[in-house]
């Protein structure tokens, strides 16, 4: 199986202050047959499912806010919160679907 | 705007087995992939599984082969996950989701379904 980590695992920002978190695959994600990256990103409040946040490494789910991008091919993605806001507070999962799902460890996004 | 809908919670005795309903609505339930995920208290997510209903063949994650039974009835739009031999490391949150494989993500999740193993 393909392993997630993601780093750092636990973060305190200012409100509008820029929120960034780092996701590695162990090997690369990008698909020959299509060009894309089978990397997701999903946001997880206290006591609800996971939402989905981003797809194809970059691309925005609808109905997400534009302060929030993800980037990154083959084996290194970043998801970025441009301007913290008090609703962001969460833990974020970075997922792949390049092969047998797995997710990352999650990273905790707090207000400092 | 599809929506899944879990059964409750439910609490039960090591070395017996559970069953956790997901109700699909909304969408078109034969097309999409639902996918099982669970979430151990205060730890990460990890996939149980899938299956399509259109075809009918699940695909099991190597930890819970042969301990895991996924369905779906098309009639219903209900997809079920059956786990065996429960343990109490079994205790989790247990969610049903939708792959969407053009996203290649799980753009739908039901609300969840706590199952607690406990003697």
């Known amino acids: 199986d393909i392993v997630m980590t993601q780093s750092p695992d636990s973060l305190a920002v200012s409100l509008g202050e820029r929120a960034t978190i780092n996701c590695k695959s162990s090997?690369?994600?990008?698909?020959?047959?299509?060009?894309?990256?089978?990397l997701a990103w999903y946001q997880q409040k206290p006591g609800q499912p996971p939402k989905l946040l981003i797809y194809?490494?970059?691309t925005r789910e609808s109905g997400v806010p534009d302060r929030f991008s993800g980037s990154g091919s083959g084996t290194d993605f970043t998801l970025t919160i441009s301007s913290l806001q008090a609703e962001d507070v969460a833990v974020y999962f970075c997922?792949?679907?390049?092969?047998?799902?797995?997710f990352g460890p999650g990273a905790r996004v707090h207000i400092k | 705007q599809a929506q899944l809908v879990q059964s409750g919670a439910e609490v039960k005795k090591p070395g017996s087995s559970v069953k956790v309903s997901c109700k699909a609505s909304?969408?078109?339930?034969?097309?999409?992939?639902v996918s099982w995920v669970r979430q151990a208290p205060g730890r990460g997510l990890e996939w149980m599984g899938g299956?399509?209903?259109?075809?009918?063949?699940?695909d099991y994650s190597q930890k819970f082969q042969g301990r895991v039974t996924m369905t779906a009835d098309r009639s219903t739009s209900t997809a079920y996950m059956e786990l065996s031999s429960l343990r109490s490391d079994d205790t989790a949150v247990y969610y049903c989701?939708?792959?969407?494989?053009?996203?290649?993500?799980?753009?739908?999740w039901g609300q969840g379904t706590l199952v607690t193993v406990s003697s």
């Open positions: 090997q690369s994600v990008l698909s020959s047959s299509d060009n894309k990256n089978y």
């Open positions: 299956i399509t209903p259109f075809f009918g063949t699940p």
């Open positions: 997922q792949q679907y390049y092969s047998t799902p797995t």
């Open positions: 194809w490494s970059s």
């Open positions: 989701a939708r792959y969407d494989s053009i996203l290649g993500a799980f753009d739908y």
């Open positions: 909304g969408g078109t339930f034969t097309s999409y992939t």
